[in-house]
Structures are given as structure tokens and as C-alpha cells.
């Protein structure tokens, strides 16, 4: 990838985003911190005004202090008005509709950027297709990485990926939301780097499960590991770069979301694993949690495509069949074991891998 930072010439000044959740105000809180005008919408009177006076989001983000200049609306042609860049972090479910709310407003200059990891139901449609399909933007990407929301609003250090086949997206997002505690590097692995976030979910789910039986870190580095082998082998199979896995929206998303009580996913895994069943889960937890629509959604389009993921369909019997975890945990270690081989590369496959590699991953700013 050659097109890099430096093509950007300005940072966006102007920055919209779209989402009241924890993420999108993260993300506005870095944007405005960098200088820009922020306008975030969200449909919460109460919150956008407590977000624009007090310069806090209790509901989503409590004991966070925001940058004080974001101004929240519910008013979407204000929030919209002059954007250069629009951030979306609204759950799948409603994302298209959102979208369809926005269009009047947005135009073909505008950088679209989905910061969503979920698929749609009714089309398997990853979100930055929804907003090609649904806006005339001729720039459009998705962010995904280790970005647990509050960690990131607390300034804890981390790094996401920007994924997009135009390189104006690519530069105009380093340039908005890099910063001392966030690094930002650049894909061009869109489908890739969407699919990433997006499964993910499901493991986390398996590795909360597995936390609540008593399980220990073996347990849980082998659930991680195996998933990256599996969540790679799907994506792959639908077209994504298998490199993608080893970076940050791959391997660190994974690593975090299966690692942290943080995660809404592993919170629910966790609940589910202590006995409990999966609407309560999702009641208690309050807030959206794709990976469980996400298991249902790849579990139906594995078996279409015959792609073999034991994990998932393991994850959807537990969570839609009403297999309890700890069966399902024992079918899986008692499965056929013939074919289980992890690598058989020679020295020459070795070193042309380790090549492409680095040179695929590398930062473009290095
Ligand atoms: N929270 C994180 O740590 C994190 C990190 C990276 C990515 N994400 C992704 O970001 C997306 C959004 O997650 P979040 O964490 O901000 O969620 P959240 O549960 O914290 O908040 C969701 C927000 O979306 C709003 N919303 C839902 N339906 C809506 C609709 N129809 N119209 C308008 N607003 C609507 C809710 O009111 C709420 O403000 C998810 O796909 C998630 O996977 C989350
Ligand atoms: O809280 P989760 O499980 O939605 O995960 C949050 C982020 O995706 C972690 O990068």
C-alpha cells in the first residue's frame, strides 16, 4: 500500500458522529480533543444535553470526564451540517435505518467511516456495504481494533485499524483521531478488517463461558487460538486477507474482547455459563451485544458454504438449542482428531510467509 498519512493535507476540522453508546462518545472525545468541531447525535434528549453541559455520559460511559467542547443533538441536519467526516457507532440492528435518517444530509465528499463490528440479519451485509448501498459517499472505511470503549475514554494507550480501498478515507481518519493514546494505522483489507471485529464477538462469548465453568488461562489461550484459525478460515473463504488476522483488528481484538470483564460479549458468555439463560443475560446487560446475532449469522452461512467452525456452531447449539457448556465442551474435546494438524509449512512457505507479512503490515508513517 503506498498511498500514505502524508496525502492527507489538512486534519478534518469538522467531525460528526453518530451513536449516544460508548464508542461513539470515545471517539468524540478524541476528535475534539484534537481540535475539531464535534457534533454528536443520539436520540436521548437528557443525554445530549447532559453530554454537551456536563460534559459527561453517565449512561454509557460513567466517571468519564468528555472533552467539553462536543456539542450532543438530537437534531440530525444540525449534527450534520458542514461535516467533513462522520463516525457511525450504532449497533447493527438499527444501523442501516440510521443511515437512511442521515442520508438528506450527507453528501459525496464526505469520509463515512463505520466503527460498528456486527453483520445485518436480513442481508449478512457488513456495515460499511449499508452505507455504500445507501449514501453516494465515494469514501468510505471502517474502524475496528483493541478498543475497549472506556478504556479508551480513560486515555489508556491502544492502537485501531482504518480500512479502506481509498486512501483519502484512510489518511483523513489517522489524521482526525491519532493522538498520544491512540494510534492509528491504515488497511486496505475493508472486508477483512469488518469481518474481524465482528467475529470476534462469538469467541468471547465461548471464552466467558468457559471463565464461569472454572476454566483457566489453557482453557481460554486455547478458545482464543483456535478461533483465530477459524474466524481467519471464514473470512478468507469469503474474500478477506488472511494477514489481517495477525494484526490489530484480528489477533488484538480477539485477544482483548476473549480477555476482559469489560467485554459485553464475554459478560454474556459469562452469565450464560453460569447457568443462566441467554434473554436474562441480554436484560442484564443492558447493552447491545452483536456477538449474539453474530453466531446466529455465521453458524447459518457457515453451513451454506460448507466453511468448518466448530467453535461457532459449538457457541450457536449452547446459546439456541439449549446445549448446556459443558456438553458442549466435551463434544468438542472428544471430536474426530484425525485431522488435527496446526502447520505443515516448509522452510521456503516459512520465509515467503514472514515476508509478505511485514511488508503487507507495514505502517506506512515507519
Ligand atoms: N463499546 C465498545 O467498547 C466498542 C468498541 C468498539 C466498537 N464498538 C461497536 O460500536 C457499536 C456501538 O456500540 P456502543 O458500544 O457504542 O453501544 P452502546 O450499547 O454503548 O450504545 C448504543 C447506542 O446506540 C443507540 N441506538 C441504538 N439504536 C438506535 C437507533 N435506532 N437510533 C439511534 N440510536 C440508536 C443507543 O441509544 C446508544 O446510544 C457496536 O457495534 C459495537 O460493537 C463498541
Ligand atoms: O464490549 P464488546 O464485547 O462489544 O467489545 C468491545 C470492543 O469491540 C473491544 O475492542
Known amino acids: 500500500m503506498t498511498d500514505t498519512y502524508d496525502s492527507v493535507t489538512r486534519t478534518p476540522e469538522r467531525i460528526a458522529v453518530l451513536g449516544g453508546g460508548s464508542f461513539g462518545t470515545s471517539l468524540a472525545s478524541i476528535a475534539a480533543t484534537k481540535g475539531a468541531r464535534v457534533r454528536q447525535w443520539m436520540r436521548d434528549d437528557a443525554l445530549a444535553r447532559e453530554i454537551t453541559e456536563q460534559h459527561h455520559n453517565s449512561r454509557y460511559l460513567p466517571g468519564i470526564e468528555l472533552n467539553p467542547t462536543i456539542k450532543a443533538n438530537t437534531d440530525m441536519a444540525w449534527v450534520l451540517e ?44 457488513l456495515m460499511s456495504d449499508i452505507v455504500r448501498e445507501e449514501t453516494d459517499s465515494t469514501h468510505v472505511g471502517v474502524l475496528s481494533g483493541p478498543n475497549l470503549a472506556s478504556e479508551l475514554a480513560a486515555g489508556h494507550l491502544t492502537a485501531t485499524v482504518v480500512a479502506s480501498d481509498d486512501p483519502f478515507t484512510r489518511a483523513s481518519a489517522q489524521a482526525c483521531l491519532s493522538c498520544d493514546y491512540f494510534r492509528v494505522y491504515a488497511s486496505n483489507d475493508r472486508y477483512g478488517v469488518e469481518l474481524g471485529g465482528a467475529l470476534k464477538n462469538i ?6 463461558m468457559a471463565a464461569a465453568l472454572g476454566m483457566g488461562a489453557n482453557t481460554k489461550s486455547m478458545i482464543m487460538t483456535r478461533a483465530l484459525a477459524e474466524m481467519s478460515r471464514f473470512a478468507v473463504s469469503l474474500g478477506a486477507s488472511p494477514l489481517t488476522f495477525l494484526g490489530l483488528a ?117
Open 82 to 125: 458542514d461535516a467533513e467526516l462522520v463516525l457511525i457507532a450504532i449497533p447493527s440492528a438499527s444501523f442501516r435505518a440510521v443511515v437512511r435518517m442521515a442520508r438528506p444530509w450527507l453528501n459525496e465528499h464526505q469520509v463515512l467511516l463505520s466503527t460498528t463490528k456486527g453483520i445485518e440479519e436480513s442481508t449478512f451485509s
Open 203 to 208: 469467541y468471547a462469548i465461548g471464552v466467558g
Open 250 to 366: 484480528g489477533v488484538g481484538d480477539l485477544i482483548v474482547t476473549c480477555s476482559s470483564e469489560l467485554s459485553r460479549n464475554y459478560r454474556i458468555g459469562y452469565a450464560v455459563g453460569e447457568g443462566r439463560t441467554l434473554d436474562d443475560a441480554i436484560e442484564t446487560l443492558g447493552q447491545v451485544a452483536e456477538g449474539v446475532n453474530t453466531v446466529r449469522l455465521v453458524h447459518q452461512r457457515a453451513s451454506q458454504e460448507g466453511i468448518y467452525m466448530p467453535l461457532a456452531d459449538g457457541l450457536y447449539r449452547v446459546l439456541f438449542e439449549g446445549v448446556s457448556p459443558q456438553d458442549m465442551g466435551l463434544t468438542l474435546m472428544r471430536s474426530d482428531h484425525s485431522s488435527d494438524v496446526e502447520f505443515t509449512l516448509s522452510r521456503q512457505d516459512a520465509q515467503r510467509d514472514h515476508h509478505s507479512l511485514y511488508e503487507t503490515n507495514q505502517d506506512p508513517r515507519t
